[in-house]
């Protein structure tokens, strides 16, 4: 703890970033369960576009081999040209959002391949369209993940450290001025006491000079 001036003016500055810590608390307490509900929700939603990205290959592995022509699809037939991506803002942090994608198909001969190469195309792009969705998900993750490791160390830092400081600062500022208070009275009493025993001592004094006389 570092050390603080032991006066009335420390004591008010003391008071008001108590106060400052103790009005932003909830607000960051507020913020760090938005941040984990909104982690575990887009997490689950990542987790369902790559289910349905399993589900789609599968069916598209039994789909072509329905045809008995494996070999005649190339997945360098379709690629990404494109990806596009809006803002959004959760909880303050700017994340990235999937937008969709423009994609890309090479060039093969119409005549000498299969008939259902375009649709297979069109799977392909699906299937990619859920990988790029996936992983803009992943990048949201990480951001908010982020965001949740700083606000979590200001919940911690303003409830085990500046808080409980705050309080034993102004505890100690106030015992240290009430003893001073106190002392200032015993003085003060021992000093109007001096001043009554010279001043009767002076009288007593007078008394005895006047009956000389």
Do not use: H
Request: with cysteine; glycine share 4%; charged share 35%.
């Amino acid at each position: 703890m570092a050390k603080i001036k032991l006066t009335k003016n420390e004591q008010k500055a003391q008071k008001d970033a108590l106060k400052m810590y103790q009005r932003y608390l909830p607000t960051l307490t507020l913020k760090k369960q938005q941040l984990q509900s909104e982690i575990r929700t887009i997490g689950a939603k990542a987790k369902e576009v790559r289910q349905a990205r399993i589900r789609l290959e599968e069916e598209f592995k039994i789909w072509i081999g329905v045809f008995g022509e494996e070999q005649a699809f190339k997945s360098d037939m379709v690629t990404v040209r494109n990806i596009k991506k809006g803002t959004g803002n959760i909880a303050g942090v700017t994340i990235p959002v999937y937008e969709g994608a423009d994609f890309s198909r090479g060039d093969y001969d119409l005549y000498e391949t299969p008939l259902w190469i375009d649709l297979a195309a069109d799977r392909m792009e699906k299937a990619l369209s859920l990988d790029l969705e996936a992983s803009v998900l992943d990048e949201q993750v990480r951001l908010l993940s982020k965001e949740l490791r700083t606000t979590s160390q200001r919940v911690n830092l303003f409830e085990k450290v500046k808080i409980p400081e705050a309080k034993a600062n102004i505890k100690k500022i106030s015992v240290y001025l009430g003893d001073q208070q106190v002392s200032e009275v015993v003085r003060s009493k021992i000093s109007k006491k001096k001043i009554d025993q010279r001043n009767r001592a002076a009288v007593a004094a007078a008394e005895k000079e006047g009956a000389c006389l």
